[in-house]
């Protein structure tokens, strides 16, 4: 339920969350399945190379259950995309599609120069970042909300192609109900506490073997 009421400023912020969440997951989607086509996702998955990988990431707990299942169901055949939400795509993108860090790594935002694929799939997770740094007051100005827009839509744009122009323009101007603005809201900070959940079980695994334990 909406806890408040819908001002031209809160609304700005749950558009931003719904571009991010909703059409950058749509696009990291398509981006995956180029990589790993869903005919075959299912051997893919089961190559030992491949297993191997998202095994350690299970291990490690990079991957959690819930994701593993989404990645093995018990029909192995089931597989598909469409059931991997934005985090589990963000970490199979980096870690079994082939792509190779920007110079600038996976974490930090990469030079206006750097528009390379890998350097776009960072530019989504930083622009989440910066755009989740309102979540206190949960309000963008227009200045601002215009500024981040293009900054996200370009960065979709050449990921995704001109295709999708037309369907974020109009996401930039449709009605949202604050019920609605509330949900793409909750949807957005999820991500954010998976990837901060994420990163503390990596500093984790850091410091343990800086003592030498084996995990």
């Known amino acids: 339920m909406a806890t408040a009421d819908s001002t031209k400023e809160t609304t700005n912020y749950a558009r931003l969350c719904r571009l991010l969440v909703g059409v950058s997951a749509h696009i990291l989607r398509e981006t995956f399945d180029k990589r790993r086509p869903p005919g075959n996702l299912d051997t893919v998955l089961s190559s030992p190379p491949i297993r191997r990988v998202l095994k350690s990431l299970r291990n490690k707990k990079i991957l959690n259950p819930s994701q593993w299942d989404k990645l093995y169901p018990a029909i192995k055949s089931s597989v598909s995309s469409k059931n991997f939400d934005i985090t589990l ?64 839509l370009d960065a979709l744009m050449r990921l995704g192609g001109a295709g999708y122009q037309s369907a974020i323009d109009d996401l930039k101007e449709e009605c949202m109900d604050p019920d609605f603005e509330e ?12 990837e ?5 079980r990596l500093d984790e695994m850091t410091e343990l073997l800086k003592e030498g334990i084996v995990y």
């Open 183 to 194: 949900h793409y809201k909750e949807l957005l900070k999820q991500w954010v506490m998976d």
């Open 196 to 200: 901060v959940s994420i990163k503390e």
């Open 89 to 152: 795509l963000m970490v199979l993108l980096r870690n079994i599609c082939g792509l190779a860090p920007p110079a600038t790594g996976w974490d930090t935002l990469p030079p206006a120069a750097d528009t390379t694929l890998e350097a776009d799939i960072v530019r989504i997770k930083c622009y989440r970042n910066t755009v989740y740094g309102h979540a206190s007051e949960a309000s963008v100005d227009d200045a601002t909300f215009n500024r981040y827009w293009r900054d996200i």
